[in-house]
């Protein structure tokens, strides 16, 4: 489940959780009669409404290309490569996807890490990498590794057979690695055939290079292998998962079935044994890196030092709590422990990408030592606070260190839109905000901290972007996506209904952000209310940018769209998110049930029809809240529902509800199987059939426990889908079902 929450990218597929403007509650606005209404089959259609969706947005090595991956309006799905010249102000496709296409089927572990990275539904161009001359990008297209010039010229890395997973470009240009078979190779990029570096190895569990399954899925590490700066070394990860337990996995497709024996390091059982080694390019002088005598660790992140005579490893204890950074000397592999990092009493550490080693040997660091998540710099032994305040930074976004500035994002002015700000690493307390309010943006920047590439969104405008200078001053759009004119969203804007924020107390006292959506109201009309939960540890389902034509579609049916932000969730520091420590499923219901209570007050609420809905983790939520308060909801949705936590993997469950070995009672109070006799109303199931992330057993589990205890309930089961279940028709197959089944069981609106 990684940083994010549990396959959240999933949770209402195609929909951004993000509303935006404010607006007074129970606000009436009558629809323009030609405004037609969202149906669900356009809601999933090509074009998507949302606009042109860029992805993957970088600067050329010399700053003079922009390049992007950009989706097609004939088919959402599929990305090509474009380039925008900043001296020309032109924008090209530089790789058609299409032609380029060999029609290659990928490899299963192709398609494996894609699902770990949330981009299993796309095809084309899926990620690229510039050369450092500028001159041409490494494109991976259908497994092939091409290397595209700006001249139009394409070129097959030789020696390539397709299926090679993670290729990188050395930082100067002149070699290429990547993964086959097992093992690390490497080549040069001018021409010769790329050879492998590390053994061959007689055991099959054992992975040269890649990253072990819950480094991908927990801790968002992709990558196996790090260059040194000057391309002299590299640093390899090995892993063994000969003592990993083995999961027979079933994909129930249409037409048959297939079963695949997964590796899987379920909570409370053995992970991988991963190590750590230094050598050349062409695999000489090879050293093993001493990550300490406790093999039950995990490698969390591994940077060279700007000058390549250090490598920096971060090592994290199983139980999650303490985080070492470890020094390296790269030619002995000899570590010694820089720092640590410790989490507070009932919490856990969270990894962060939010951190740079700078030219000077020191270091700027994101912590939640003072409860809330801040900057920090280490320089000659000593720290200094960067950021304070009961606010969050999010992100780190780029480090400009001539000038001595650096760019972050964060919740300084609005827990429910983040903004873009900048400090003088020298004077930090003087806050500067470059982003305007009434967005929520997020943003990325180039190596020497110059350039900003931004993004935002708000309630009646899907996601803009623009390059900006270090100053957030606009220099040219990126994509203006302005719903006007040919834009997709366009005929629908004149009956888009605006989101409305406000709190509702927790029991104790803590104030829960809600937003809230509503059709035109009709004075003495009452409407049904549709629910959407995630409720579990680092998400932040409320927030002020674009809704999504999704929300939209279900205001468009009659339903009041509702979300609430429960204890546990993402930006509100140590304290709000320690709630879920070893208490999954608990404080979250209650929240969400203070959430339904306050609907049932207000007069133009259907208080006998308001139903619930969550996917994955909140298919888990819609299940407990359905056991624990009997009554409460007309209806509940389970989408993909965790139902038994031990089937779940070792590092998201161990970090918040411990070793399973050692707490047995956490887990039994946390899991949904034990409650179900519980269940009076109305329940929907629907699970992907070749589901990996959360297995089919625990859709299986669920069911078989119901029907024995004559509980009724109803299913809907997609063979071949995994977690997602998205596509044009299957995703309209889907809400069919739901608003289907909200109808017919007197919690729905009829249209």
Same mark, same amino acid.
């Given at each position: +489940?990684?940083?994010?929450?549990?396959?959240?990218?999933?949770?209402?597929?195609?929909?951004?959780?993000?509303?935006? *403007? %404010?607006?007074?509650?129970?606000?009436?606005?009558?629809?323009?009669?030609?405004?037609?209404?969202?149906?669900? @089959?356009?809601?999933?259609?090509?074009?998507?409404?949302?606009?042109?969706?860029?992805?993957?947005?970088?600067?050329?090595?010399?700053?003079?290309?922009?390049?992007?991956?950009?989706?097609?309006?004939?088919?959402?799905?599929?990305?090509?490569?474009?380039?925008?010249?900043?001296?020309?102000?032109?924008?090209?496709?530089?790789?058609?996807?299409?032609?380029?296409?060999?029609? #290659?089927?990928?490899?299963?572990?192709?398609?494996?890490?894609?699902?770990?990275?949330?981009?299993?539904?796309?095809?084309?161009?899926?990620?690229?990498?510039?050369?450092?001359?500028?001159?041409?990008?490494?494109? /991976?297209?259908?497994?092939?590794?091409?290397?595209?010039?700006?001249?139009?010229?394409?070129?097959?890395?030789?020696?390539?057979?397709?299926?090679?997973?993670? =290729?990188?470009?050395?930082? !100067?240009?002149?070699?290429?690695?990547?993964?086959?078979?097992?093992?690390?190779?490497?080549?040069?990029?001018?021409?010769?055939?790329?050879?492998?570096?590390?053994?061959?190895?007689?055991?099959?569990?054992? %992975?040269?290079?890649?990253?072990?399954?819950?480094?991908?899925? @927990?801790?968002?590490?992709?990558?196996?292998?790090?260059?040194?700066?000057?391309?002299?070394?590299?640093?390899?990860?090995?892993?063994? @998962?000969? +003592?990993?337990?083995?999961?027979? #996995?079933?994909?129930?497709?249409?037409?048959?079935?297939?079963?695949?024996?997964?590796?899987?390091?379920?909570?409370?059982?053995?992970?991988?044994?991963?190590?750590?080694?230094?050598?050349?390019?062409?695999?000489?002088? !090879?050293?093993?890196?001493?990550?300490?005598?406790?093999?039950?660790?995990?490698?969390? #992140?591994?940077?060279?030092?700007?000058?390549?005579?250090?490598?920096?490893?971060?090592?994290?204890?199983?139980?999650?709590?303490?985080?070492?950074?470890?020094?390296?000397?790269?030619?002995?592999?000899?570590?010694?422990?820089?720092?640590?990092?410790?989490?507070?009493? !009932?919490?856990?550490?969270?990894?962060?990408? &939010?951190?740079?080693?700078?030219?000077?040997?020191?270091?700027?660091?994101?912590?939640?030592?003072?409860?809330?998540?801040?900057?920090?710099?280490?320089?000659?032994?000593?720290?200094?606070?960067?950021?304070?305040?009961?606010?969050?930074?999010?992100?780190?976004?780029?480090?400009?260190?001539?000038?001595?500035?650096?760019?972050?994002?964060?919740?300084?002015?609005?827990?429910?839109?983040?903004?873009?700000?900048?400090?003088?690493?020298?004077?930090?307390?003087?806050?500067?905000?470059?982003?305007?309010?009434?967005?929520?943006?997020?943003?990325?920047?180039?190596? &020497?901290?110059?350039?900003?590439?931004?993004?935002?969104? &708000?309630?009646?405008?899907?996601?803009?972007?623009?390059?900006?200078?270090?100053?957030?001053? #606009?220099?040219?759009?990126?994509?203006?996506?302005?719903?006007?004119?040919?834009?997709?969203?366009?005929?629908?804007?004149?009956?888009?209904?605006?989101?409305?924020?406000?709190?509702?107390?927790?029991?104790?006292?803590? /104030?829960?952000?809600?937003? +809230?959506?509503?059709?035109?109201?009709?004075?003495?009309?009452?409407?049904?209310?549709?629910? $959407?939960?995630?409720?579990?540890?680092?998400?932040?389902?409320?927030?002020?940018?674009?809704?999504?034509?999704?929300?939209?579609?279900?205001?468009?049916?009659?339903?009041?769209?509702?979300?609430?932000?429960?204890?546990?969730?993402?930006?509100?520091?140590?304290?709000?998110?320690?709630?879920?420590?070893?208490?999954?499923?608990?404080?979250?219901?209650?929240?969400?049930?203070?959430?339904?209570?306050?609907?049932?007050?207000?007069?133009?609420?259907?208080?006998?029809?308001?139903?619930?809905?969550?996917?994955?983790?909140?298919?888990?939520? &819609?299940?407990?809240?359905?056991?624990?308060?009997?009554?409460?909801? *007309?209806?509940?949705?389970?989408?993909?529902?965790?139902?038994?936590?031990?089937?779940?993997?070792?590092?998201?469950?161990?970090? $918040?509800?411990?070793?399973?070995?050692?707490?047995?009672?956490?887990?039994? !109070?946390?899991? *949904?199987?034990?409650?179900?006799?519980?269940?009076?109303?109305?329940?929907?199931?629907? %699970?992907?059939?070749?589901?990996?992330?959360?297995?089919?057993?625990?859709?299986?589990?669920?069911?078989?426990?119901?029907?024995?205890?004559?509980?009724?309930?109803?299913?809907?089961?997609? =063979?071949? $889908?995994?977690?997602?279940?998205?596509?044009?028709?299957?995703?309209? %197959?889907?809400?069919?079902?739901?608003?289907?089944?909200?109808?017919?069981?007197?919690?729905?609106?009829?249209?």
């Amino acid at each position: +489940m990684r940083h994010l929450p549990l396959l959240a990218a999933c949770a209402l597929s195609a929909m951004s959780f993000a509303p935006l *403007a %404010h607006a007074q509650q129970g606000q009436s606005m009558t629809n323009t009669p030609s405004a037609p209404s969202l149906t669900l @089959e356009r809601v999933f259609a090509s074009p998507g409404l949302n606009g042109p969706a860029p992805r993957a947005v970088k600067l050329s090595p010399d700053g003079r290309y922009l390049t992007l991956l950009r989706n097609r309006a004939d088919d959402r799905e599929r990305y090509d490569l474009w380039g925008f010249d900043r001296q020309t102000s032109q924008w090209t496709m530089l790789v058609d996807s299409l032609k380029l296409s060999s029609g #290659r089927a990928l490899s299963e572990a192709e398609k494996m890490q894609r699902e770990r990275q949330r981009i299993g539904d796309l095809k084309g161009i899926v990620t690229y990498e510039w050369a450092a001359d500028s001159k041409s990008v490494l494109v /991976p297209v259908d497994g092939d590794l091409l290397l595209a010039g700006l001249d139009g010229t394409v070129r097959k890395i030789e020696g390539t057979m397709g299926g090679e997973l993670n =290729p990188k470009l050395g930082p !100067k240009g002149e070699h290429i690695a990547f993964v086959r078979d097992r093992r690390l190779w490497t080549g040069k990029v001018a021409g010769g055939a790329p050879v492998a570096i590390t053994p061959e190895e007689a055991n099959t569990n054992v %992975h040269w290079g890649e990253a072990e399954f819950v480094a991908q899925e @927990e801790m968002a590490r992709f990558n196996g292998f790090w260059w040194s700066g000057d391309e002299s070394r590299i640093a390899v990860e090995r892993f063994d @998962e000969s +003592m990993v337990g083995v999961v027979t #996995r079933a994909a129930i497709g249409a037409e048959g079935t297939k079963t695949y024996d997964q590796r899987y390091p379920a909570a409370g059982t053995p992970n991988a044994e991963v190590s750590l080694w230094v050598m050349a390019p062409d695999g000489s002088g !090879k050293v093993q890196v001493d990550l300490g005598a406790d093999q039950d660790i995990y490698l969390a #992140r591994v940077d060279w030092a700007p000058d390549g005579k250090a490598l920096y490893v971060q090592r994290m204890n199983r139980e999650q709590t303490v985080l070492d950074m470890l020094k390296v000397d790269p030619a002995t592999g000899k570590s010694s422990v820089l720092f640590s990092e410790k989490a507070a009493d !009932k919490h856990w550490i969270d990894l962060s990408d &939010s951190y740079r080693f700078l030219k000077d040997g020191s270091l700027i660091w994101w912590s939640q030592r003072d409860g809330f998540g801040h900057l920090y710099h280490l320089k000659g032994g000593k720290w200094t606070q960067l950021t304070k305040g009961e606010w969050t930074v999010i992100g780190l976004v780029g480090v400009d260190e001539a000038g001595g500035k650096l760019t972050f994002t964060g919740t300084r002015d609005d827990v429910l839109a983040q903004q873009v700000y900048t400090i003088d690493l020298n004077a930090p307390a003087k806050v500067q905000r470059l982003t305007e309010l009434g967005w929520v943006n997020s943003a990325t920047m180039d190596r &020497s901290g110059q350039t900003l590439m931004i993004s935002r969104s &708000s309630d009646a405008q899907p996601a803009q972007s623009f390059i900006a200078d270090s100053n957030g001053k #606009r220099l040219a759009w990126i994509e203006e996506n302005k719903v006007a004119g040919a834009h997709p969203y366009a005929p629908y804007l004149a009956s888009h209904r605006p989101a409305q924020f406000g709190t509702i107390p927790a029991s104790d006292g803590t /104030p829960l952000h809600y937003m +809230m959506i509503t059709p035109p109201l009709e004075p003495g009309t009452t409407y049904p209310v549709f629910t $959407y939960h995630y409720g579990g540890p680092t998400a932040q389902v409320v927030t002020k940018g674009f809704q999504g034509a999704l929300a939209q579609a279900i205001v468009d049916k009659g339903y009041i769209y509702f979300a609430i932000d429960n204890r546990g969730s993402e930006n509100r520091g140590v304290k709000f998110a320690s709630a879920l420590h070893h208490a999954m499923g608990s404080v979250e219901v209650e929240d969400q049930l203070a959430g339904a209570n306050w609907l049932k007050q207000q007069p133009f609420v259907n208080a006998d029809k308001i139903s619930t809905f969550g996917w994955s983790y909140g298919g888990y939520m &819609s299940i407990k809240m359905l056991q624990a308060n009997p009554g409460a909801y *007309a209806a509940g949705i389970a989408v993909a529902p965790v139902t038994k936590w031990q089937m779940y993997d070792t590092t998201y469950t161990e970090r $918040y509800l411990g070793d399973p070995r050692k707490v047995p009672e956490v887990y039994e !109070k946390s899991n *949904a199987l034990a409650d179900t006799a519980k269940i009076s109303d109305p329940l929907l199931i629907i %699970h992907g059939m070749a589901d990996d992330n959360v297995v089919f057993e625990n859709a299986s589990a669920i069911i078989a426990k119901m029907q024995g205890e004559a509980v009724p309930f109803e299913m809907m089961l997609y =063979p071949g $889908y995994t977690h997602r279940i998205s596509g044009p028709k299957v995703s309209k %197959h889907l809400y069919e079902t739901i608003f289907r089944f909200l109808d017919r069981n007197g919690a729905g609106s009829g249209k």
